[in-house]
């Protein structure tokens, strides 16, 4: 009787694993915007905004925010998160946007 007992509680536990071990993670962009903003490249920026719900597998998860300088310009970042838990972010210049404030072409040294 008891080792049936423990058979059906070992398959109970088992089952409950292999249930929560399929369930995605997901981080919030305010706590990954937190982490990037904490990195010393990223330090002088401001209105740091991720994306929403990134969810992370057992390979890690890569996201995008996007900040404003201290100098007014808008950057858009990509960000890799690692198996590891290590995080990689860099500047993602085929998306990032001009200054609306500075017409084009004003650099007259340049010409």
Partial sequence: MYSLLAC???????SGVTYLAQKP?????AVLAGDVHDMTLFADTSGLACDDEV????AGASFHCHAETAAGDRESIACVL???GSLRCH??????????????DTDSWLK
């Fill in 91 to 104: 500047v993602d210049d085929t998306a990032a946007a001009p200054r609306p404030d500075l017409p084009p």
């Fill in 82 to 84: 690692d198996k590891d």
């Fill in 55 to 58: 969810p992370i597998t057992v």
């Fill in 8 to 14: 059906v509680f070992i398959a109970g536990a088992a």
């Fill in 25 to 29: 993670t997901v981080a919030r962009g």
